[in-house]
């Protein structure tokens, strides 16, 4: 019944007084709003990087040849290094155990066209396997299936940045695009995908988005190579049947292309589990940080309270002391300034929830940034803004409570 009646004066109170309320919980509001930002920007940058590494596949190991200058690749193939190849992707699937699949792909920069438009692209060599190995899905038409690939057809699948750029809003399946002097039919589009930074080395930069898959026995047959000591293939997808085995198999097909390329160190092996598992650790101390220097906007609002709670308790020090001289008692008048507040902050962390939902959807409706609104945040917020209130409005609490009554009657 006595907290009741605390919270009744206390909303009484701020109703009485609206501006000074308002501005005494500013502080909680932005505070609140900017840690729910805050970890909404951050939700967002892991639920981004997550999907990029999901991408390449977390139960797969890429395998990479190393870009050299011309200068550098005759040297290497002195060496009597071949480069990644065919037969590297069937000694793999033979020996490195847990291996599911090998899926090669060849690579080529090439200039794409449809009437007067064009565009960079990247055309790659692809097996069907690919489909399975790696998070490839069409959003028009389909892959690349085996008959296509055995018959060696000239057909191709568009990235979904470059079929925009070629076709704009049309639909391009059946249609077709020139690849250098070539035509290929397009048979689908892809969904669109995430970029790549530099965590991924070998494949930094790269832009899924601008690739066109054609089948890789087409490749090798119609697109000639720029230089004569190129690798057979650009890069060896391996998928394994769980993730558990990805660092001893990441070893054994190490040590293994060592001997077959005579340590000449011209390919790179990339894991994107442990890259992910890595950015997720670094996105968590991201976020931490994030929601730690908005946390301090909580505490300046805390001081805020704090400081309008200490005027209070001596604006009000003569009805303090009336009410202890007849029969109130000490934790009467602690718990109804406690109460208030509490009431402040609870006011502050409301309004400042709704305000960082609501900053953290425009900023993603008006940016490229992605935010994820999540409930552990908004708890968080909100319940670090209600232990503001408390923990700053127990020392004003305590102060009034400690008044001496007749000293508090005769207060003017």
Request: with cysteine; glycine share 8%; charged share 20%.
């Amino acid at each position: 019944m006595q907290v009741k009646e605390d919270v009744s004066k206390a909303i009484a109170g701020l109703i009485d007084h609206k501006f000074r309320s308002f501005l005494t919980i500013l502080g909680i509001i932005f505070g609140t709003a900017s840690v729910i930002a805050m970890i909404s920007i951050g939700e967002g940058t892991k639920k981004q990087a997550i999907a990029k590494y999901q991408d390449l596949g977390v139960s797969n190991i890429i395998i990479r040849d190393k870009d050299f200058t011309d200068a550098e690749l005759e040297v290497v193939r002195m060496k009597f290094s071949k480069g990644l190849s065919l037969e590297d992707a069937n000694v793999i699937s033979k020996v490195v155990p847990g291996v599911v699949s090998v899926s090669p792909q060849s690579e080529v920069k090439m200039d794409a066209k449809v009437g007067d438009r064009s565009a960079k692209s990247s055309v790659i060599g692809v097996t069907p396997s690919i489909v399975s190995i790696l998070n490839y899905r069409t959003d028009k038409g389909e892959f690349i299936n085996d008959d296509q690939y055995n018959r060696q057809l000239k057909v191709c699948v568009l990235g979904a940045g470059i079929a925009r750029e070629l076709f704009s809003y049309d639909n391009p399946i059946g249609k077709s695009v020139k690849v250098d002097d070539q035509w290929f039919e397009v048979i689908g589009v892809m969904q669109p995908k995430a970029l790549f930074t530099e965590t991924v080395g070998e494949l930094a930069s790269r832009d899924l988005n601008s690739d066109i898959y054609i089948p890789l026995s087409t490749f090798n047959k119609r697109i000639p190579k720029v230089n004569p000591f190129t690798s057979e293939v650009k890069q060896l997808t391996v998928k394994l049947s769980t993730s558990e085995q990805l660092l001893p198999a990441a070893a054994v097909v190490r040590s293994l292309l060592n001997r077959r390329h005579f340590n000449n160190d011209d390919f790179s092996i990339i894991v994107p589990y442990e890259l992910m598992k890595q950015e997720e650790k670094e996105t968590r101390i991201y976020n931490l940080l994030l929601a730690s220097i908005a946390a301090i906007s909580l505490i300046v609002g805390g001081i805020g309270i704090m400081n309008i709670m200490l005027a209070s308790v001596l604006e009000r020090t003569r009805e303090i002391g009336i009410r202890r001289a007849i029969g109130g008692k000490k934790r009467d008048i602690m718990s109804q300034f406690v109460t208030e507040a509490v009431v402040l902050s609870v006011a502050g962390g409301i309004i400042g929830v709704v305000l960082g939902i609501s900053l953290s959807l425009g900023i993603d409706w008006a940016t490229e940034v992605q935010t994820t609104i999540t409930l552990y945040s908004i708890l968080l917020a909100f319940g670090f803004s209600v232990l503001v209130g408390i923990t700053f409005g127990y020392l004003p609490a305590k102060q009034a409570s400690n008044l001496s009554p007749i000293e508090s009657i005769r207060h003017e």
